[in-house]
């Protein structure tokens, strides 16, 4: 972001669109009390200008051409440095109507305000200093979050956690640079000479750690984006009835009749924390049905983009050619083979499954008598979890960039370590060590670079 862009004065709605009893306009930058004050005149006939920080003040907006009310509002005052851009700060709340906050918007944009780029609160906030990178990712995380374990991973990004456990690591690294540099710089000042078995260690700690967030990084981004789940099956078989059991709504008709799910249904279901992103796919058998046909395509596009499956079989019948298609389908899948009807007398050749699929966990399961769901939640929880100890989700590592600069820290750090090893000289494990350093600092901002920021606060909503 250029001086001339940060130093603007800019505004947004802050508020989805649509109609709501309340509606937000934030306006931030040096200028944004003085601008506001010329369409909003306070009960007290006060202006903004001469009032101290935060504080909520009454009154109406005006338009700045025919002078006629536009809306009762109450601007919030927040002075710099104490509000979230650091820079001063007015929240105009009014009605929640769009024509009303389009009003006022464009009063404001007349005045000398410009339109705020998507993220660019939140970027304004990470350039002055307020958050570093990761905690401004968080903020749209924390928006986006879908269960109590995902708003819980992204609060402790927020809130500081996961930056701390970088910069933990920073630290030491730097120690060890520092000394390193100390004794290269100035041999004759007398420095204590470096032990290279105590410098291997530290290294060896830092790895440590950053192996055990790298093994986090699978489970924060499912628990980010969630897992895409597709259920698959004969027609008939239960897939729709599993569907509504994992959302606890009736969202699927469920019939006797086969093929009644001709389309894909796709919803999120909070399995325990894990936001699950389940798609309900077409029964797949042969058929001359052209609508049909076309649903069991999609079905089978679905099995092969979907993180996990939960295949369905009827375990009161017997194997047929239907069933062998599917099995073939799932060889080297993340799949769950639920045997539904387990309440009816059993016909399924279930070792025949075990063969076939000898990857698959297979469970037991009646829809109808709600038998297996709970161990249906346990196996999916421990495929996410992947047996990381949930002390705290704000450790988890839940972003593609994050997970690639920890990669490549490490990296850095095994060259270092090869380096000592090898009695290389110490200026060039120094290097080594600068770059972990780098790339470490990348995950918080320190290091990043203009593009990269750029890209990410691109992803964000405007008025955030």
Excluded at 6 to 30: F, H, L, M, Q, Y
Excluded at 159 to 187: K, T, W
Excluded at 247 to 264: F, H, M, N, Q
Excluded at 445 to 453: A, F, K, R, S
Aim: aromatic letters at 4%; proline letters at 2%.
């Amino acid at each position: 972001m250029l001086n001339k862009e940060i130093n603007d004065t800019i505004a947004a709605i802050a508020t989805p669109p649509g109609e709501g009893g309340i509606g937000i306009i934030r306006v931030s930058g040096k200028n944004s009390i003085n601008i506001v004050d010329k369409i909003f005149v306070a009960g007290d006939k006060r202006a903004l200008s001469e009032r101290h920080s935060h504080r909520a003040i009454y009154g109406k907006i005006y338009d700045l051409h025919d002078k006629k009310v536009i809306d009762e509002v109450i601007c919030l005052l927040m002075r710099e440095p104490h509000s979230y851009t650091k820079e001063n700060i007015v929240e105009v709340q009014c009605h929640g109507g769009m024509v009303v906050l389009r009003n006022i918007l464009a009063n404001l944009l007349e005045n000398g305000v410009r339109l705020a780029e998507p993220g660019e609160f939140t970027k304004r906030a990470f350039l002055n200093g307020r958050i570093d990178l990761a905690q401004a990712q968080a903020v749209m995380d924390i928006i986006r979050a879908k269960t109590e374990a995902s708003l819980k991973m992204a609060s402790g990004h927020l809130s500081g956690y996961f930056s701390s456990q970088i910069n933990q690591m920073r630290e030491l690294l730097l120690d060890v640079i520092v000394h390193y540099e100390a004794v290269i710089d100035f041999p004759e000042e007398g420095v204590d000479e470096i032990d290279n078995i105590q410098v291997m260690e530290k290294i060896g700690e830092v790895r440590s750690k950053i192996g055990n967030m790298l093994a986090s990084a699978n489970t924060g981004r499912i628990l980010r984006d969630g897992i895409v789940t597709a259920i698959v099956g004969k027609p008939n078989v239960g897939k729709s009835s599993l569907l509504n059991l994992l959302l606890r709504d009736e969202r699927a008709i469920v019939t006797d009749v086969p093929g009644t799910t001709r389309d894909s249904i796709e919803e999120y279901a909070d399995i325990d924390g894990i936001p699950l992103r389940i798609i309900d796919t077409a029964g797949i058998r042969q058929t001359e049905d052209r609508i049909e046909k076309i649903g069991v395509d999609k079905s089978l596009t679905y099995i092969k983009k979907a993180d996990l499956i939960l295949a369905l079989f009827d375990a009161s019948r017997k194997l047929d050619a239907d069933d062998q298609k599917i099995m073939a389908l799932l060889k080297n899948k993340n799949a769950v083979i639920v045997l539904n009807k387990s309440d009816l007398p059993q016909a399924f050749d279930e070792n025949c499954m075990k063969i076939n699929c000898p990857n698959s966990k297979i469970i037991h399961m009646s829809t109808v008598e709600q038998d297996g769901l709970t161990e249906l939640i346990q196996i999916i929880k421990k495929m996410v979890y992947n047996d990381n100890i949930v002390s705290n989700e704000g450790e988890f590592v839940n972003d593609v960039r994050q997970a690639d600069a920890l990669k490549k820290a490490d990296s850095h750090l095994s060259d270092a370590l090869k380096g000592l090893d090898n009695d290389i000289p110490e200026d060039l494990v120094v290097i080594d060590l600068r770059s972990a350093l780098e790339k470490l600092g990348d995950i918080t901002g320190d290091t990043v670079n203009e593009d990269i920021i750029n890209e990410i606060f691109s992803r964000f909503c405007i008025g955030k």
